[in-house]
């Protein structure tokens, strides 16, 4: 044994030592953009020369592409050189980053085609205008304010764009708007700056896209656009401020179409006597002010945005020097036809496949963002109401709705063509094609989902045209306009019928019956649960909607089978056993088929499809009351977007909403009404029914006329009375009203009001007041369980006594009948006040699946213990049945299969009585994830303000007023490429 | 300003439990110092301004209220000028460079002749430029009791209140003249009123401040702290919970609620016709707590009252009043309603949430402070109805009470201004007011405080703007909610918070101004508000002596 070896051993103590006590240190990021505001690019040459947009980025270092960024708070723009990945210092040797000075509050930044020369718009109070910036400043050493030409204007500037007056056949080209084409304006070094010796700028470099360069610049405040030569700015003396000369001046013009403003509607939106072929919102208004507050520029044409005027401004922008104004698009608000829609930014799609063009622009008001159809030759003017809104009640039928308003929009053309091998030639816009005939070795079966669901169209396969919004919670959302891939997302059986399956299918070829490869059935599509994975003008699914074992549960499911709970807590049996027979049943019901008849019920629990008939005994479905064990119900797939994860309650007489804080109860003279009134109550849109809401299920459900008074009685809503008594030691029972109620007085009072109303816990029926009628913020009500008018009256002058004049603690229930209600969905209705607060059905069919009412099924020949369904009694005068099979599309009691947006099923009576707060239970899973690139997952601290799509990039370029400053974001990944900050 | 950060945060943690205030010792506060300001409010005839002190590093043993006369302070602000026609006949404009201007002219009258000839600041004197950096603006400061032009002070009253105050409220006596202050005091946990002047009512009440001060040595007594005697104030038992921090009230002051900055709470004061007296004979026992409602997010901040729509009052209609309410800790924002509780006997005044609006516009969203209201257009609408009373005004006033009322609210999670606007009514009665945000501004760092007034602008015209306080990073914002963009940061001292906005439009061109109090520095900033002014967005005075927080001296 040596002793040699320990030598090291002080030293690793040491070193050990050393290490415990060393931080790692913190690397805090050092963030240069402040408060920025909007970006445009410049391709530059090393030597300070412009260079045209499309030759950067220059991978062989002699160019470099720019992005300006304004700093708001500052008054400065910040240069980042996306070549060098940095954000430029123009004074290394002041602490802190050090931009270029441009004057208070810049408002917007443009750029010349050919990289030249940027123009930022400034607005201080009293000193608005413009400041030129040529590139050859814009490399070190840092210049003042003072060394940009620049020009005043008599308001603050809004957006700026950057427009050509062309040059005629013989390449001449006008010196300004007033003279004559002349060859000598488009040569270069004739302009006054050209020749500067100090940040030279000549426009006549710029050979592409030849021409005069105009700014086209609005001023808000006077409503309307300015035409400035750009070369005349620059040719201005450095650091002079004189006012800007304005070649022309367009008033944008608010003088409306005459005639009605009609808007088109879908078919399966209209409803005779209710929503109308066509929505006529009659003549505009006149008489509002413009306010321009943002622009585009495609097809030769001007679209502007109005702050303040319900148009959009359609401008014929051919010709910079002779714009004129044509009839505009009129913003209207198919939800709240009332409404003056006011508009702030715009965008214009590349055209599709068709040719067709699509405007998109963020409604003011509530941040939501219509589409216009602008292809050329289309008459139509107003916002395009979309087809399947029924399908989704919660999105406004005209407008694509967000978690976040809108901030700023685009629009981007992708595709990342394959190479047909017999061509050799990859062609741009080809479509997959799920045909399971085609030749595999063909594009359109090359750009199929792989097995794997790793290649091919899926979500992240940006392949078309597609529209990104930037929410000003920080995330990109994508909308579908033009998925190339679209035929191959979804689910492989086929549905020739033209009425939808509900999977959402209809309208498929008919062959094949289904998409599979005849040889080894493997499928041609990615196997989704439905048909409306892609909708045009709607939200990107973030994830296939499947659900396997390999990619979890994404399509609509449950987790787990659904349970029932007792009314105090606890599950209750439901199987066959002589416990479970006496509890209801939430079952499956099947589906009715497009063509007749009935297809199978199915439900996906988790990953696992269980089927109605499905060989695999643990995956079948068991619908028959009289025989299933386990509860169950039917998921309709018809619409994906509707789905969110959730804890879903079917309650028996559950609780419309929360309980409310305060309600008077006004107490009429003996047989007038008495009158629930809760200013904020809202109950038209809480949903309640009241007895005339209840007789008109009764009629649509077929109950003879006769009994409907009887089924109105009984299922009509009612609002419970949840207030506690005051305390019994309080001075009500003494000195108040309470001093001699019932003839008693002080705790005697007390008692007794306690014994007859019970308390909130333990509430007597005396606390329940039936519907009568409702109103948004009052219910007229009577005692609910009072047999004659002498009762009734009793009852509510009890309850004045007991409580006193006080605002009650209320719940709404629904009588007599189960409710569906969803953790975040709440209780769904299409409840309405009308023009008097009354509240009545909504008749427009966009809410007509909006259904959570359920009336449990009895029998009228079943009885004892063992029958499958509860017998009926007395008081039932629907939803009764013969027998215990359970109920059929098309069969006897099929009225009462409830389906709704997202539910199907029937619900069974027990053999005991069902009792109030009983309530089915189950969890929603999988649906639709919406795809988007989220700026926040960095930092929270986002504020986007503007975005762009660079196509040179193949990026969207977000500027941030919070921290991030300027994001890149790649759309091959739909993620954050690169920060500069 | 680390240390500053550490006295504060030392501060709050000592008195945050439990209050820390002790009344009974210490050095008294001087009452004519600026100290701490974090609440100001103009009076209704704008010739008041009142500014709550709160002693906020604890030097003395309790804050200040003053009473600052507003016509001596606008006669002493530099008058702005294009041309010599703009002064009087002894002054003349400073619009070109001169060895008296430093070569910096001021564009304001300026003396023709006398030792203060062609000198922009006059009297006062030009600011040091070593205070450049801290204290923007040209000239040096004006001592509140002895103005540079040795006329009469600008401190008319002053009165000792507990140490943290928070904030102050104005509200007029309805049924009688003069009118009330209210102020949160943090320290004992308490509401203070001041009775005061109503200088919009002809006859108003024989002093300029009242709080039972001549008898307890200036600083106001037991009477006028109120929240602290459950016996008295109401039949529930109640003592004002701790940290009382935002107040707003009804246009009448029969109702005001009080946030709590530590808690999930808020608590309602009743001001009935015991409360104000008469204003002759009697002037009342003062607001009485009522109500304090919990399960709130944790740490309310901002309120901002709900303004009745006309068509109640006129017509009677069934009609609950409404605050909003603001939390740090959460990303929504609830409608409070109040509830008089008449029909009961005996009637127990309450306050109950009845609504909340999440905030999506930021990306978290919550650490929300102050909150504004901006009621000009459902006020223009109204205005623009019939006279004469009858079916067809109360028609126009019901259309009017569905005009939507703007909102804004100082948000920190990112740094932002929120708007929106409280959904179209339904009918005036029927309304959840709750407001709905529909755009987000991104701002500097540590925005506190909103404040909705008017500037005026190029052309002469009253135009609003929301103001928005960021008190860390030193500015101002003034908001054109029209332009809808910011259309000037305002530069200030360290630590602005208080905000009062002093606009008026007259035969003589009327005057903007804002008063911004400084609470790190202890003053207050004069700001121009007037767009035809080169001096508009800027600091034009400086009142008051700053003196830096002493851990940072």
Known sequence: MTLRPLWFLPVALFLAAQSACTETPVSLPLRSLERSGEVSFACVSTDGQGAHINVCPDFDGERRMLALVTQTLRGEVAVVDLSAGSVVDYDPSTPGFNFIPVGENPVDIVTTPGGVASFVGIGGTGRAGIVGLPSTCLRRPAQDLTTWPACSLPKAPGQMHVLVDRADDQGRIRASCDTAPTPDAATAGTAIAASREVCPADLALEVVEPGRRKLLVEIPDLGGIAVIDAQELLDRPPGSFDPCSVERFLPLDVQLPAGDTLQPVPPDLQAPGCVAPEVNYGPPANGFLPRPSGFEVADDKLYVADLAAPVVHVIDAKDPCTLSELPPLLPVS???????????????????????????????????????????????????????????????????????????????LRDAPITDPQTGVGTVGTLCDPDPELDLSSPAAKYRTTLDYTRGARPRQLRGVFGFVALASGQIAVV????????????????????EDFRGCAGDPKSPESYTLPGDDNPTVSVEASCRVVEAHRARSGSFV??????????????????????????????????????????????????????????????????????????????????????????????????????????????????????????????????????????????????????????????????????????????????????????????????????????????????????????????????????????????????????????????????????????????????????????????????????????????????????????????????????????????????????????????????????RFAIYRGTAPTERDMAFSFQLIGGFTPLVANLAAQTAAVSPQSMTFVPQLGQLAVVDGAAEGLVLVSLDTVGISRLFF | MLKLRALCCSALLLCSPTGCFDPGEGVEPPLSRIYFPV???????????????????????????????????????????????????????????????????????????????????????????????????????????????????????????????????????????????????????????????????????????????????????????????????????????????????????????????????????????????????????????????????QRAIGVAALPEPAVVAETGLFYQPGFLVTFRDASEVRLIRYFDDAASQPPRPFIQPSGV??????????????????????????????????????????????????????????????????????????????????????????????????????????????????????????YDPDARRIEKWIETGRGPHAFAVDTQLDAGGGHALAYVGHFTDSFVGVIDLDQRNRTFGSMVMVLGRPSPPRASK
């Not at chain 1, 395009?384 to 039928?397: D, K, M, Q």
């Open chain 1, 480 to 499: 579908d306009v033009e998925d190339w891939d679209a035929a191959c997302r979804r689910p492989v059986r086929a549905n020739s019928d033209p009425a």
């Open chain 2, 357 to 478: 609006a999440n905030i999506t516009v930021n990306s978290l969203g919550f650490d929300s402070r102050g909150i504004a209201l901006d009621a000009s257009q459902r006020t223009g609408c109204e205005a623009s109805c019939p006279s004469a009373a009858g079916t067809a005004r109360s028609d126009c006033l019901n259309q009017c009470a569905g005009v939507p009322l703007r909102v804004f609210v100082a948000n920190r999670t990112p740094s932002s201004l929120l708007i929106g606007h409280t959904r179209p009514n339904q009918s005036a009665t029927s309304s959840d007011d709750l407001p709905q945000f529909f755009d987000t501004l991104a701002l500097p760092f540590g925005p506190s405080r909103v404040v909705v007034g008017n500037v005026i602008d190029v052309d002469g015209m009253l135009k609003p703007r929301v103001f928005v306080v960021c008190f860390d990073s030193r500015k101002v914002g003034v």
């Open chain 1, 334 to 412: 198919f939800e709240s036809r009332n409404r003056v829609v006011t508009t702030r930014k715009v965008a214009v799609s590349p055209p599709t496949r068709e040719g067709r063009r699509f405007l998109y622009s963020i409604d003011d008001f509530e941040g939501s963002v219509m589409i216009f159809d602008v292809t050329p030759g289309n008459a139509d003017r107003t916002p395009i109401v979309r087809p399947g809104s029924p399908l989704l009640p919660f999105e406004p039928a005209d407008r694509i709705s967000f978690s976040s308003p809108a901030r700023d929009i685009s629009f981007a």
């Open chain 1, 546 to 903: 499947v659900s396997n074992n390999q990619l979890g549960a994404r399509a609509p499911g449950i987790r787990s089978l659904p349970r029932l709970r007792a009314a105090e807590g606890g599950n209750l049996p439901t199987d066959q056993s002589e416990e479970g027979k006496q509890n209801p049943k939430l079952l499956a019901v099947d589906f009715a088929a497009p063509g007749g008849g009935a297809e199978p019920a199915e439900l996906y629990v988790s990953t696992n499809l269980y089927q109605r008939g499905s060989p695999n005994a643990a995956t079948e479905l068991v619908i028959e009351p009289a025989s299933a064990d386990d509860l169950s119900l039917s998921l309709m797939r018809r619409q994906p977007r509707a789905f969110a994860e959730e804890d879903v309650l079917v309650e028996y007489e559950g609780l419309l909403s929360a309980e409310r804080p305060a309600g008077f109860l006004q107490i009429g003279a003996p047989g007038a009404a008495t009158v629930l009134r809760d200013a904020d109550g809202s109950f038209c849109n809480r949903g309640i029914e009241d007895a005339a809401l209840a007789a008109e299920v009764a009629a649509d459900m077929g109950v003879a006329a006769n009994k409907r008074a009887a089924y109105s009685a009984r299922h009509a809503d009612y609002v419970q009375i949840t207030s506690e008594l005051r305390a019994e030691d309080d001075r009500y029972w003494t000195d108040g009203a309470g001093k001699s109620c019932g003839g008693a007085s002080g705790k005697a009072a007390f008692l007794g009001c306690r014994t007859d109303f019970g308390t909130s816990d333990t509430p007597s029926d005396l606390r329940d007041f039936r519907v009568t009628e409702a109103r948004q913020n009052e219910l007229t009500v009577e005692p609910r369980n009072a047999k004659n008018a002498a009762d009734r009256q009793s009852v509510l002058d009890r309850l004045a006594c007991c409580f006193g004049g006080s605002a009650l603690r209320y719940r709404l229930r629904a009588g007599h009948q189960w409710i569906v209600r969803g953790g975040r969905s709440g209780f769904r209705h299409n409840v309405v006040a009308d023009a008097d607060l009354r509240c009545i059905r909504d008749c427009n069919p966009r809410r007509s699946l909006l259904r959570s009412r359920i009336l449990e099924v009895s029998s009228s020949s079943c009885k004892g213990p063992d029958c499958g369904i509860g017998s009926a009694s007395s008081a039932d005068v629907a939803c009764v049945v013969s027998g215990e099979k359970a109920l059929a599309p098309g069969g006897a009691g099929a009225e009462c299969i409830f389906e709704n947006l997202l539910y």
């Open chain 2, 39 to 297: 609440g100001m409010a103009v009076s209704p005839g704008q010739s008041r301004l009142y500014v709550a002190n709160s002693d906020f590093d604890l030097q003395f043993n309790g804050g200040s209220l003053q009473a600052l006369d507003l016509e001596r302070l606008r006669a002493l602000v530099p008058k702005a000028c294009s041309a010599d026609s703009d002064c009087t006949s002894e002054q003349r404009c400073d619009d070109e460079p001169s060895d008296e201007n430093a070569g910096v002219p001021s564009h304001w009258c300026v003396a023709a002749a006398g030792a203060q000839a062609g000198k922009p600041c006059g009297a006062v004197g030009e600011k040091s430029d070593a205070t450049d950096v801290l204290i923007p603006g040209r000239c040096a400061f004006v001592d509140l009791k002895k103005p540079p032009d040795g006329g009469a002070a600008i401190l008319l009253g002053a009165v000792g209140i507990g140490a943290f105050a928070t904030d102050v409220l104005y509200r007029s006596r309805p049924n009688g003249p003069g009118g009330r202050l209210f102020i949160p005091v943090r320290g004992d946990a308490t509401l203070h009123y001041v009775d005061v002047i109503d200088d919009s009512d002809v006859g108003s009440v024989p002093f300029e401040l009242e709080c039972g001060q001549r008898e307890n040595g200036g600083d106001c007594d037991d009477r006028h702290r109120r929240g602290d005697d459950p016996d008295e104030e109401n039949t529930r038992g109640l003592r004002l919970l701790q940290e009382p921090f935002g107040i707003d009230g009804t246009a009448n002051g029969d109702a005001m609620v009080l946030t709590h900055q530590t808690e999930g709470a808020a608590s309602l004061f009743v001001n009935d016709a015991e409360s104000w007296g008469d204003g002759v004979s009697s002037f009342g026992v003062g607001p009485k707590l009522e109500f304090a409602v919990g399960g709130l997010p």
